[in-house]
């Protein structure tokens, strides 16, 4: 891990104001109600860079057409950019254009792995493994897919410390009718990052599919896909400083090429005829219709923003904001947080109940001190249920945090104790 060094754009400038990454979030200049914005709800969705604002603006106002269609200049240019937007995002994650496939978000990544390579490949008798810690996104398309299959859903359960563990991982494999297991590479809830290169190796071994869902990690820690060894691997755009409304694909070539279409219609073809089409090659045998251009386009520039802070630095910096985060959470009374105890073990961000007050109320209470946290069951309520509680309240950071973001939340909770009389 490359030290921090001293002029890093990471460190507050040493006049108190701040500067680097967060000047480059224009939302941080706005204020709230006299307060400025202490925006701790990253896992959630991302701020975006005005890089990213720009190369939005600048495709639809200077180069917006539809892509493979047209032969004017024009048309040429959006083919290019949306072309680029691949290849840097593919680059991004160590994978490759062909095999990189634009989606709506991780949750349609996941549903075309369910729908296209599920329903040909599970069947009575099979079973889908996924694990307790997982998303609503990479839970409810395997109930789907089991219950219309017969196949069964297993779950590898999560012990008290938030962690997965590689010998339950082995003994369900070890049954043999495991045909897909997917998990998620770090955890939306406990913050545990999963050994997944470890996880994939062992599903591939016992003959099994593996899926990771990157959501959380792609953002704020070095991917690479190819030596993570997953044979899907999905993410999403809005929370790696892109633009809503596009996620990513990833697979392993063989599988895709032998996959059927997820959607069907424009653009994916190679030609159509009365009764029966052929597909186009990959990978827009995967991307029917109108794609996610300019969104396209601002992750393209988002990954290449997060590619020049260098993510090796990003992790480097939300672990030591973590930390911190951990150590002052520690100090509020009533307070618990679940997950892996050591930031080492955790992406960037804290789940807790406080004792005596919902969680909703504490995100509230955040609220009025200008902090934005999160509430609720974070789209993982079999997860909750396994913890016993309905609900946590969740910080989480991002490049533009830093430590006075959390000291502005513990002191938001402090004083929120005490308008519960606690
Ligand atoms: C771990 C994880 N997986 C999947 C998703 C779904 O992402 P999207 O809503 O962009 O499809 C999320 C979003 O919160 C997530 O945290």
Redo the contacts with the bound molecule.
């Keep these: 891990m490359p030290p921090v060094a001293e002029n890093d754009r990471f460190v507050e400038n040493p006049s108190g104001v701040r500067a680097g990454v967060r000047g480059d979030f224009p939302i941080f200049s706005r204020d709230f109600g006299g307060r400025p914005l202490v925006y701790l709800d990253s896992?959630?969705s991302s701020q975006k860079p005005q890089v990213v604002i720009d190369a939005l603006a600048d495709h639809l106002r200077n180069h917006n057409a539809n892509v493979h269609r047209g032969v004017y200049a024009l048309a040429q240019e959006a083919d290019a950019a949306y072309d680029d937007a691949r290849t840097r995002v593919a680059a991004f994650v160590g994978a490759q254009p062909r095999t990189t496939i634009f989606t709506?978000?991780?949750?349609?990544?996941?549903n075309l792995v369910a729908y296209a390579w599920g329903r040909a490949n599970v069947g009575a008798g099979d079973a889908v493994l996924i694990t307790q810690m997982?998303?609503h996104?990479?839970v409810v398309p395997w109930q789907v897919l089991c219950r219309e299959r017969g196949a069964s859903l297993r779950y590898l359960e999560v012990d008290e410390h938030g962690e997965l563990s590689l010998a339950a991982l082995d003994a369900e494999l070890a049954r043999g009718d495991v045909r897909l297991a997917a998990f998620?590479h770090?955890?939306?809830v406990l913050g545990t990052i999963n050994p997944v290169a470890e996880m994939t190796a062992r599903a591939r071994a016992a003959g099994a599919v593996s899926l990771v869902?990157g959501?959380?990690a792609v953002p704020q820690m070095p991917v690479d896909v190819e030596a993570l060894g997953a044979d899907f691997y999905?993410w999403?755009g809005?929370?790696a400083l892109g633009p809503t409304g596009i996620?990513v694909l990833h697979g392993r070539v063989e599988i895709l090429e032998r996959m059927e279409p997820f959607l069907t219609g424009g653009d994916m073809i190679a030609s159509v005829d009365f009764q029966s089409a052929t597909w186009n090659e990959l990978p827009y045998k995967f991307e029917a219709g109108t794609p996610p251009i300019a969104e396209a386009v601002g992750l393209g520039a988002a990954v290449e923003y997060l590619r020049t802070l260098g993510m090796e630095r990003v992790r480097a910096h939300e672990r030591a904001l973590t930390a911190y985060m951990l150590e002052r959470l520690a100090e509020v009374p009533g307070l618990r947080v679940v997950g892996p105890p050591a930031a080492e073990r955790r992406g960037g961000l804290a789940s807790f109940t406080l004792e005596g007050i919902h969680p909703h109320d504490v995100a509230e209470l955040a609220d009025r001190a200008g902090v934005c946290i999160r509430a609720g069951h974070?789209?993982a309520q079999p997860l909750m249920r396994c913890l016993g509680v309905s609900a946590t309240a969740r910080a989480s950071v991002g490049v533009y945090n830093d430590r006075s973001d959390v000291d502005a939340l513990i002191d938001a909770l402090v004083a929120g104790r005490e308008v519960f009389g606690l």
């Excluded at 709506?104 to 996941?110: H, L, S, V």
Aim: hydrophobic share 35%; with cysteine; glycine share 4%.
């Design positions: 896992a959630a709506k978000n991780a949750t349609e990544a996941i997982e998303h996104a990479n998620a770090v955890s939306n869902d959501a959380q999905a999403t809005h929370k996620g974070h789209c």
